[in-house]
């Protein structure tokens, strides 16, 4: 494979990256444009060299997939092939056709001119990975566009387009047309004019008052990154830019790169990088699988997940149409939809044209003949058998041949649902995460089933709409709830020792969580997991569960919905108050069973919370619920709150060490509820061998 094409035209030689889909600066593509430039050099008929991308791309970076290994560093780096086409003797213009982000940017602005087009997207998102610009990024940046817009570039990691820079030393020309021919055009003059090279490293950083305005910058980033070390640490570069020369402020960038390269914050945030990729391949699903067409999606059921799911299909662009029994049902939810969107639209992140488009796609009716041609239905009704059973039974009667039939359930048998019909290959499990229409994760849950196509589709879908789709088997729960499941149990059981909700919500909470569990069952709603509940008496009924929450559902504490639940609300008002009468119960459950209340520590209400879950998701990737382990990893970060700068549960058991999670189970075994924590097979097993989940299976 050739990294890079080298044409001429006329005087100028054009250098065009070939690394799909974005060019990403590996080794070879590395090498392949230090040949370019050195081929360029030694060719007397050329005046100039242009460096573009192609197909939307300029260049999408370094090479994540070398970090850490050999490759990284090996000649040509990306610091020596900067610094060739930097001191090039002939002018170097980048020709930013599209995407130029990181190290693609640092690319572009070592060349002498850069040519972008308008629409173009520059930016530095190295510190959404845990890093800093490593090649040069935060020492050229200040110089060309200014400190403040350069920081705001480097700490957000958001990128700007090629519009907005236009009138910064960035950009010496944006156009809407053909990038490559403008850039050849800009060369073609830079040699007729015989215009001096510029270096950005010669450029003085002009900014008054520099050291107090990092410091404010400080001030406001630290509340915001108190997890995360790298937006301090790209202040800290940006400084040295700012109040160094080039060579020292290159000597510090590279210096903090490498302490936040070894943090375990961007460890595990590019652990989740990876593992969000890596969650999109289905082994035995090729990726040549044909795909069913999906021009049109019915959703059964207007309620507040029903309605989000139609959200996530009309904002990608699909008809749908939303189906309930009662016209009264239908236009509550149908007004819900609306209103969403309202709030989005007085917030200024959609248009107007936006919110009639979107509006206008949703469509709602009472008769199954109007889905009859839809491509894919996907059933949203309540969490009970029965009511799938009818639904699934009509839906074989009137969907289309070839039509993907889906179901929402969080927690039911797959198998048993696709057997309602004649058709169960064209079954599968579309789980939504509440709010469906905000929420990443979608769980693709494969029946015994399942046709690989409507697998296949699925995924596609999942990347259509903007969702993180994750393959998972079937059993009761599938991952995420499943997990859940132990995780709600064991900290219910928490409450009989000596806890109270507030105090676990706050353990977990200062670990990372974006909610502790007491809180997010108040939100979601006490009556749903009491519904849940019920039913796991039933299935298994050896299993120990503490009675606290349904003592609070019995009294109609539902959570927020109802101004009680865990906690106390005020009416109008979301913010939890620790509830008295709540404390009062639990503290009557633990004198019921005869346990002494003692004080039980955060570390030990972390341990417990977490190691259930990793215990639990050791049965599931052994079970082959999972396909691998990252995936767990990626159904908690996205779907459950957990925090991405620890790297999912299973990466925080690598972390820990899984002999370490062992010991304290075992510890944990010789208190209240033994039962609870019998370890998984497969956790004892990488224990004993002395291996991690990141290297199950491999």
């Known amino acids: 494979m050739a990294f890079a094409d080298y044409t ?152 700007v387009s090629g519009r907005d820079l236009a009138k910064t030393g960035l950009l010496d020309s944006t156009v809407d047309g053909d990038v490559p021919a403008a850039a050849v055009a800009f060369a073609e003059r830079v040699i007729a004019e015989k215009l001096p090279r510029k270096k950005a490293r010669d450029i003085k950083v002009d900014f008054q008052n520099v050291e107090a305005f990092l410091d404010f910058a400080r001030g406001a980033v630290a509340p915001l990154a108190k997890n995360y070390p790298a937006p301090l640490k790209c202040i800290d570069a940006v400084e040295a830019a700012a109040v160094k020369p080039f060579d020292e402020g290159m000597k510090i960038e590279g210096s903090l790169f490498i302490e936040l390269m070894a943090s375990p914050q961007s460890k595990a945030l590019r652990h989740a990088f990876f593992a969000m990729r890596a969650a999109a391949k289905i082994p035995d699903v090729p990726s040549t699988t044909p795909l069913r067409a999906v021009k049109s999606v019915a959703v059964i059921g207007a309620g507040t997940m029903g309605g989000g799911i139609a959200m996530n299909f009309a904002n990608a662009g699909l008809p749908v149409t939303v189906l309930e029994t009662t016209q009264a049902a239908l236009e509550k939810g149908l007004a819900t939809v609306k209103r969403n969107y309202e709030s989005t639209l007085k917030k200024g992140r959609l248009t107007q044209q936006e919110f009639d488009a979107r509006v206008k796609r949703i469509t709602g009716t009472l008769s199954y003949d109007d889905i ?79 046709a690989k196509d409507v697998v296949a589709t699925s995924m596609a879908v999942s990347k259509q709409i903007k969702k993180v789709g994750v393959i998972s088997g079937v059993c009761d729960g599938f991952i995420g709830n499943r997990m859940m499941n132990s995780y709600f149990r064991q900290m219910e059981l928490l409450l009989d020792v000596g806890a109270l909700p507030q105090q676990i919500d706050k353990a977990m909470e200062n670990f990372g969580f974006a909610m502790g569990p007491f809180r997010v069952s108040d939100l979601a709603g006490n009556d749903i997991l009491w519904y849940i ?54 503290a009557e459950e633990s004198a019921r069973l005869n346990i002494a209340r003692c004080k039980v520590s955060d570390e030990e209400i972390v341990q417990r919370a977490l190691y259930s879950l990793i215990n639990e998701a050791a049965r599931i990737l052994e079970e082959g619920i999972a396909l691998r382990a990252s995936d767990i990893d990626v159904v908690y970060l996205t779907g459950y709150g957990f925090p991405d700068f620890r790297g999912g549960p299973l990466f925080y058991a690598d972390t820990v060490g899984i002999p370490n999670v062992l010991r304290a189970m075992r510890e944990f075994a010789k208190g209240y509820q033994p039962d609870a924590w019998e370890p998984a097979p497969l956790l004892e097993r990488l224990a004993s061998e002395g291996k991690t989940f990141a290297g199950w299976g491999k």
């Open 8 to 159: 001429s035209r006329g005087a100028v030689a054009v250098i065009t990256l070939n690394n799909p889909p974005v060019h990403a600066l590996s080794l070879g593509l590395r090498a392949a444009v230090a040949d370019g430039m050195e081929r360029a050099a030694g060719d007397s008929s050329v005046a100039a060299i242009v460096i573009a991308g192609t197909a939307g791309a300029f260049c999408g970076g370094a090479d994540v997939g070398e970090f850490g290994l050999p490759a990284m560093s090996a000649s040509p780096s990306l610091g020596d092939l900067f610094a060739q086409i930097e001191n090039s003797p002939k002018p170097v213009i980048a020709a930013i056709n599209g995407l130029a982000l990181g190290g693609g940017l640092e690319l572009a602005m070592a060349c002498h001119f850069r040519v972008a087009a308008a629409a173009a997207q520059l930016g530095m998102p190295e510190v959404k990975l845990g890093l800093l610009p490593g090649a040069g990024g935060t020492q050229r940046l200040p110089r060309l566009v200014g400190v403040e817009r350069a920081l705001n570039m480097i700490v957000s990691g958001n990128p």
């Open 533 to 586: 509940r019920k039913r796991l008496y039933v299935e298994y009924p050896d299993r120990v569960f503490s009675k606290t929450p349904d003592r609070i559902c019995e009294l109609g504490r539902f959570g927020q919905k109802t101004g009680a639940g865990w906690y106390d609300y005020k009416p109008g008002d979301r913010t939890p108050i620790p509830s008295e009468l709540v404390n009062k119960i639990v």
């Open 372 to 450: 009859k041609n839809a491509d894919l239905i996907i059933e949203a009704v309540f969490e009970d058998m029965q009511v799938k059973k009818q639904v699934f039974e009509k839906l074989d009667q009137v969907a289309k041949s070839g039509a993907i039939i889906a179901s929402n359930t969080s927690t039911l048998d797959l198998n048993r649902i696709a057997a309602f019909t004649q058709r169960p290959q064209d079954v599968i499990g579309l789980h939504f995460f509440s709010p469906a229409n905000v929420s990443k994760l979608l769980e693709i849950v494969r029946g015994s089933r399942s």
